[in-house]
């Protein structure tokens, strides 16, 4: 199974800060990564797909970059909205497989 | 617009079966593959299973081989996950979802389904 493995586990961070989030694959998976967003009672969002192609209608504050075994996934500046808890996702081969989460708090 | 509506809540005795619904609409059917993931309370979210109904393959997280099942009903464009044996180490909230042409995996999710094994 391809492990990912995401950090932090949790931050906190002032509104208008940058939070950057990683993944790191125990192979690589070329470009096969999604990132979601999840909010408490709700199902994951996509919002980055193919490790950096913004889903459509999701702001542009938010980015995805990496490719191989190294993915970066990036808030340029951090509303309040944005709390929530965040996953990288790897598609290249079965098990599909998720990172442990990030969990964002305001600071 | 696609939906994936889910069944309501179960609640079941540990050793019990459960089987969840997810009824899809606003696409056809077969075109787009179903996956199954699920969450327990506070954690993160790990697959389960996945299904192809215009080909009929699936496969299944190693961890619960032989006692999951998926199926589907393409009359009613319904996918079902089946899991047998529970314990309390299954309850979780169940989620179906379905790519799309751009997006791999889950785009689209289900509201998700929580199930309670509990004595």
């Known amino acids: 199974d391809i492990q990912m493995t995401q950090s932090p586990s949790s931050l906190s961070a002032s509104v208008g800060d940058r939070v950057t989030i990683t993944c790191q694959a125990s192979?690589?998976?070329?470009?096969?990564v999604n990132w979601y967003q999840q909010k408490p009672g709700k199902a994951p969002n996509i919002l980055i797909y193919?490790?950096?192609n913004l889903e459509t209608g999701v702001p542009s504050r938010f980015s995805g970059s990496g490719s191989g075994t190294d993915f970066t996934f990036t808030i340029s500046s951090l509303q309040p909205e944005d709390i929530a808890t965040y996953y990288c996702q790897q598609y290249d081969d079965f098990p599909l497989t998720f990172g442990g989460g990030t969990k964002v708090e305001i600071k | 617009q696609v939906q994936l509506v889910q069944s309501g809540a179960e609640v079941r005795k540990p050793g019990a079966s459960v089987k969840v619904s997810c009824k899809a609409s606003?696409?056809?059917?077969?075109?787009?593959?179903i996956n199954w993931i699920r969450q327990a309370t506070g954690q993160g979210l790990e697959w389960v299973a996945w299904?192809?109904?215009?080909?009929?393959?699936?496969d299944y997280a190693q961890k619960f081989q032989g006692r999951v099942t998926v199926t589907w009903d393409i009359s009613i464009s319904t996918a079902f996950l089946e899991l047998r044996s529970l314990t309390s180490d299954d309850t979780a909230v169940y989620y179906c979802?379905?790519?799309?042409?751009?997006?791999?995996?889950?785009?689209?999710w289900g509201q998700g389904t929580l199930v309670t094994v509990s004595s």
């Open positions: 192979q690589d998976i070329k470009n096969y």
């Open positions: 979802a379905r790519p799309d042409d751009q997006v791999d995996s889950a785009k689209y």
């Open positions: 299904m192809n109904a215009d080909t009929g393959n699936t």
């Open positions: 193919d490790a950096s």
């Open positions: 606003g696409y056809t059917f077969i075109d787009y593959d």
